[in-house]
Nanobody, 115 residues
Framework: QVQVVESGGGLAQPGGSLRLSCAAS????????MGWYRQAPGKQREWVAT???????DYADFVKGRFTISRDNAKNTINLQMDSLNAEDTAVYYC?????????WGQGTQVTVSS
């Protein structure tokens, strides 16, 4: 059974930083693409960042230069370093593992950016 579990959400001030982590188990971690989506109140879920099994990264335009996704295959985790946060980054952040059609999701972690 595949499990995806996020951690690291919380409250940050505008201009501050948070680091999210995502642990996955149940299938060979290094084989799979992983990434993050987010959903703000009243809005649709939107893609944030992806890291392939080869370590190639891709970002939504609204986080480029501010967020960094990375993976540690030895620890079966990925991380999302979020810097220069602003109020528009407030959302529930969801981690996923796998391509469309065989994708597993975590439960989400809340990120709130507020002074």
């Amino acid at each position: 059974q595949v499990q995806v579990v996020e951690s690291g959400g919380g409250l940050a001030q505008p201009g501050g930083s948070l680091r999210l982590s995502c642990a996955a188990s149940g299938r060979p971690f290094s084989f799979y693409i992983m990434g993050w989506y987010r959903q703000a109140p009243g809005k649709q879920r939107e893609w944030v960042a992806t890291i392939t099994n080869a370590g190639r990264t891709d970002y939504a335009d609204f986080v480029k230069g501010r967020f960094t996704i990375s993976r540690d295959n030895a620890k079966n985790t990925i991380n999302l370093q979020m810097d220069s946060l602003n109020a528009e980054d407030t959302a529930v952040y969801y981690c996923y593992q796998g391509p469309p059609g065989s994708r597993s999701w975590g439960q989400g972690t809340q990120v709130t950016v507020s002074s």
